[in-house]
């Protein structure tokens, strides 16, 4: 069914779920999820007012499944509401919600009612491309991955072979050594913690702490923050606005004209 065969009322509901004051109103309503939630996790406060957060937790859960219901009948025929994987994202944590409601399943809602905090996601546009972007990054990361991976078994190896009896504690093992080197990969407080007393016993050793982490940080954080912001600028690129993406499509024509018109003269 077409835009222009939809009934009247249909199209208002579709205008009315698109319309920005509605996001707005759903975005206030996972901030108040969110609160709500917060506020749970002090006993003190939850054991005082139990049924108050109970309802509080009914009423929203409700009024979101008020909204996604909205949204499908908007979406005539409902069918083209769950062509959008963001769509099944919302549909299921509110659906879950009905489904798991009983004192048998209390840590699960817990847990659900935390996840209704990433509706944000699907409600704010900007934050749907750089999720996607982010997913669109995964086939890309096993080759980094995979790359890291080496240079943490070599850097691993490398370390039990060299400090073992020095520091059983951070390169007794492969294991261990791992451990120590995702610490160090991290910049956590490595200097004071493992290389400068094993320092104490092979001042050589900061060759090797210093080669890891010119390697295993600013190299190889580098390629996945590369990749991530590559997939970004394309996600954009592809979401852009189709009169700005024709503006860019003439002015490069514009300057290709501008070039051949060059060449000719020249």
Do not use: C
Request: hydrophobic fraction near 55%.
């Amino acid at each position: 069914m077409t835009e222009e065969n939809k009934p009247e009322w249909r199209r208002r509901l579709a205008f009315l779920t698109e319309h920005r004051y509605f996001t707005i109103v759903i975005m206030a309503l996972i901030f108040i999820n969110a609160v709500v939630v917060g506020m749970e996790t002090y006993p003190e406060l939850y054991g005082r007012y139990p049924e108050w957060f109970q309802f509080a937790d009914r009423l929203l859960l409700w009024l979101f499944t008020i909204e996604i219901a909205l949204r499908m009948v908007a979406a005539k025929p409902f069918y083209h509401f769950f062509h959008s994987g963001w769509n099944w994202f919302d549909f299921l944590i509110i659906a879950a919600g009905h489904l798991f409601a009983g004192a048998h399943f209390v840590t699960v809602l817990r847990v659900l009612r935390v996840l209704r905090v990433l509706r944000a996601i699907t409600v704010i546009p900007s934050l749907r491309r750089l999720v996607d972007a982010l997913l669109r990054t995964i086939p890309s990361l096993f080759n980094i991955l995979f790359l890291m991976g080496l240079v943490f078994y070599i850097f691993a190896v490398i370390g039990t072979m060299l400090f073992a009896t020095v520091s059983p504690e951070y390169f007794g093992n492969l294991q261990r050594s791992v451990l120590t080197l995702f610490q160090i990969v991290t910049l956590d407080n490595w200097t004071e913690s493992v290389m400068r007393p094993i320092m104490d016993a092979e001042p050589l050793s900061w060759i090797y702490f210093v080669s890891f982490v010119l390697v295993g940080t600013f190299i190889i954080f580098n390629l996945f923050i590369g990749v991530i912001v590559n997939n970004v600028e394309r996600a954009d690129e592809e979401e852009a606005p189709p009169a700005k993406k024709r503006d860019v499509e003439a002015l490069q024509s514009e300057i290709r004209e501008l070039k051949e018109m060059l060449e000719k003269r020249e």
